[in-house]
C-alpha cells in the first residue's frame, strides 16, 4: 500500500567519512580578504579555497572555508567547512543560538558551538566548543582550523570598520 510519502534517500556522504576526511592534513593558501555577502549585505563573507596536503585523494574533493560575520554585530559569526559546495561538514556559530532536533534536545542559547555532520543528522547536530575565550575572530578562525586539520598559510585582514546610521541597517 502506497502511503504517499517517498522513501528517504541515505546521505550522500556518511559521517565516518567525513571524520576520516577531517584527520586529513590540509591546507588554506588564500588571504582573507572580506566582502558583503550578495543577497545579504548584513554579512561580511569571505570564501577561501582548502587543499589535501600529500597524497591525492581517491575522489575528486573541493573543500572551502567559509566565513560569515554579522555586520551589525560582528561577535555573532560562523565559519564553515564546506565539502563539493553543498555539504557543511563542520561549523562553528559563536554565540549563536540553535537546539539538537534529532537527538539530544540540547540548546545552546548564545552559546558558541560545533556543528557536526552526523548520518542521522546531516549538519545540524551540535556540541559546545571550547575557542580562546576572548572570541575575537582570528583566535577562533585558527581554533576551527586545528579542529579540521588546516593548516591556515594566508594572510589574515580584520573585518573592516565601519559606523553606520540606525537607517542604514534597516
Keep these: 500500500m502506497d502511503s504517499g510519502f517517498a522513501l528517504m534517500a541515505a546521505p550522500p556522504i556518511r559521517e565516518s567519512d567525513v571524520e576520516a576526511l577531517l584527520c586529513l ?24 579555497d582548502v587543499h589535501m596536503v600529500g597524497a591525492e585523494p581517491t575522489a575528486p574533493r573541493q573543500l572551502k572555508l567559509c566565513l560569515n560575520v554579522n555586520r551589525d554585530i560582528p561577535q555573532l559569526f560562523t565559519y564553515s567547512l564546506i565539502l563539493n559546495s553543498v555539504f557543511n561538514i563542520r561549523r562553528i556559530c559563536v554565540l549563536g543560538s540553535h537546539r539538537n532536533t534529532h537527538t539530544d534536545d540540547h540548546r545552546f542559547t548564545a552559546q558558541t558551538h560545533i556543528h557536526k555532520w552526523t548520518d542521522l543528522c546531516k549538519d545540524t547536530y551540535a556540541f559546545a566548543a571550547v575557542p580562546d575565550p576572548t572570541l575575537e575572530h582570528l583566535a577562533v578562525f585558527k581554533y576551527f582550523c586545528e579542529r579540521c586539520s588546516i593548516a591556515f598559510l594566508g594572510q589574515w585582514n580584520q573585518i573592516p570598520v565601519e559606523t553606520r546610521t540606525f537607517s542604514e541597517m534597516l
Design 25 to 48: 592534513p590540509k591546507e588554506a593558501r588564500g588571504n582573507v580578504h572580506w566582502v558583503l555577502k550578495p543577497n545579504k549585505s548584513n554579512f561580511w563573507t569571505c570564501v577561501l
